[in-house]
């Protein structure tokens, strides 16, 4: 290893702008930035973007890794400008402008941060050992092998309460992806699950929606609420309002006031907090997100920029800050790129102003709720339609298009999943001891 | 758990097969036992049947496990008479008629192991830590992100000796397993890693193939075994014949007589054993394979059967036993079940007769070596269409034939692979320390 550049960046005469994360910012930053005059280093820990809003579908056996995680080497093929590097990012130190990683450090002219968010446990998280997070790719699928092993050990369990702790999977938050992964949980239990397991009593599995507010997609409308709930119950699943989880040890999902469910699957979905990297000073926070202007310059820097759901920006529109979603995090990294652009003709920035296109969140089989701008709201098949059609042409690549898309069409009319494999290999076995297949790997 | 039926298999005036291993024997057996009047219990340790023939695509990028794997529930759907357990089978008891796994014991009219073979390291694995064998879907994505890890290091690495370290690969085994994974391996080299990265110098990337025999593909013809060469050679792999490897300790690879090469990727496909199970007498066993009379009972027992790779069979064909191959596998799986079912009959069994229908080999883009009966051989393009033509024939599942397909229309015409992702959660970092999201994940 080189030790005076470990990174082996090469020396430019160029400016060099650092983005660190590869998610909808980052990456919609760099590609913007491609063959372009200056030099672009992306740090990400992961060598793929991942296609956030999909995951439950990966968690529910409905596709597998790569229909929702993209190369990042692939995505930025052909921009001789850009250098991808795998890292974790340990600090940055704006007063020598530089960052640190795990694999060597490197100077900027630009720095970006657009690391994006990270579950957040109520600022707890030894209250909620055992939880599933459902952020990446590995969560995701430590998820669907859980939830199989809990059916094939459920055959073999005659005791009523073991068999609720299998059965019942209690899922916390009510936003998008709560409302989606309790639908596609839902299809399971109807559609799917039973011709696996003729066995089981399917009454017993319950699907429990938590949430703390007293209505479902927060941020939306109160027509997409009422029949997102609607949806669910055509499903079975259980939505339980004005509810707040206190503490979750792995058998039993404790709530505030007392009440107790038994279940060893407790899915958090509950929110998330910025992915803060140490280095610059507290006043630059407000709740865990980066203080930006209306440019997404990090207050109190020269040179710093945030972006996407780690940036906090109070605009008219929105005072407490963006919401955290990818579409604001792609018309980030879009201007971004444009005013770094003009910043190099000597030009005024244009400042950010959030596009709202639209949310929509779907609830299983044929059903959807979509919120327009200007208060149009619709829901049913049409919408379902729609959010396929939406999240179909969102997803970078034609490779992932085609595979979703393929195993939609097969998943729909087949009522079948096909990635419903428990591939687990390093979790101790849920049947007490450690079986030989689960033994790491050499 | 129900102490007295630990296993909720109901109780049966029928008889009640046991089968052991949900490979191409079991897998035969059990779906021609489908709907008799036999009670089926097939025990797996994975809840999927693995292709075990693509593997090495799945550890080249080329195909996600879900392509090669199919859910053995659902393989067996409708089949009321068929019991699925996923379990790990400890011992056997002849004398009681007993099997015992880690989720409970189970008695049995007729057993019949079909556990397949693992991979044999000569006997002494110690000597060859860190190699990495390619016989399940966790080993193949091991290996996947292991030599991605490998080209993201190789980016920050400029000393030549660590270099070559990373980009040296050697297989050892030249069989079809070897060979196809070096024509893959070779086709990465030159179509699809340059792109990714254009800083590695790609001549200084080696594939070694080698054999101890004194040709490749010993089971098949000279035609083969030269054609394969000669198309190796396109590739740049390097074939080293009547080779055989003493260690490997992740850094050297060392050859008798002395000789070594610097890598820290070994492949190992030279060569595999019986999967035994304890609890048989051991004069059962030449070789690590139970002696079967020709119609697969085990010597010695009234009721023990074993089918595939596990079975050892001299024949007036086969006076060394038949060749651990799939196409033996299932034919001694089919055979089986209708002579179970001539035995509920009182009819006479049927002798095992192997019905060779050829063997095949691809390596790399456009190019294949098939052997028919009757000294029938032929290579180049039409023999790669055979052979993708057979592959996709004999995968179980339709759903597992189209996502093949259209993996391999993808990858032929876009020189692509689309799951060149590192997921590996669990593995202490190529960087010398524990990165965050390599941490076992809550």
Known sequence: MDKKNPLRVPKTEHKRVVIIGGGFAGIQLAKKLANTEVQVVLFDRNNY?????????????????????????????????????????????????????????????????????????????SKFEGAFPLKQIPQALDLRSHILQNFEEAVLTSDQEDLQKLLNIVIVGGGPTGVELAGALGELKKHVLPKDYPDVDFDNMNIYLVEGMDGLLGGMSDFADKHAQKYLKKFDAKVKLKTFVESFDGEYVTFKGGEKIRTNTL????????????????DCLERNRYKVDHFN??????????????????????????????????QQGELLANNLKRLSQDKEPKPFKYTDKG????????????DLPKD??????????????VHLISIVGFRSKLVILTNWIWNYFTYDRGTRLIIRPFKPSQFGKLNKQEQPIK
Chains 1, 2 share one sequence.
Request: charged residues 15%; glycine residues 10%.
């Open 267 to 282: 899915v958090w979905a509950a929110g998330v907090i910025g992915n803060v990297i140490p280095g610059l000073p507290d």
């Open 49 to 125: 973007h991942t296609f956030q809003p999909l995951l439950y579908q990966v968690a529910t056996a409905g596709l597998e890794p790569d229909a929702i995680a993209g190369p990042l080497r692939k995505l930025l093929e052909n921009s001789k400008n850009i250098f991808f590097r795998m890292a974790t990012v340990s600090e940055i130190k704006p007063d020598i402008n530089t960052v640190f990683t795990n694999i060597g450090n490197l100077t900027y002219d630009y720095l970006v941060i657009a690391c994006g968010s990270k579950t957040n446990f109520f600022g707890d998280p």
């Open 297 to 330: 310059k990090i207050k109190g820097t020269e040179n710093v920029f945030a972006i996407g759901d780690i940036a906090y920006m109070e605009t008219t529109d929105f005072p407490k800050g963006h919401p955290m979603l990818a579409p604001v995090a792609m």
């Open 359 to 370: 949310s929509m969140a779907t609830v299983g089989r044929n059903k959807a709720v979509v």
């Open 376 to 389: 149009v709201h619709f829901g049913g098949f049409f919408a379902w339609f729609v959010w396929m059609f």
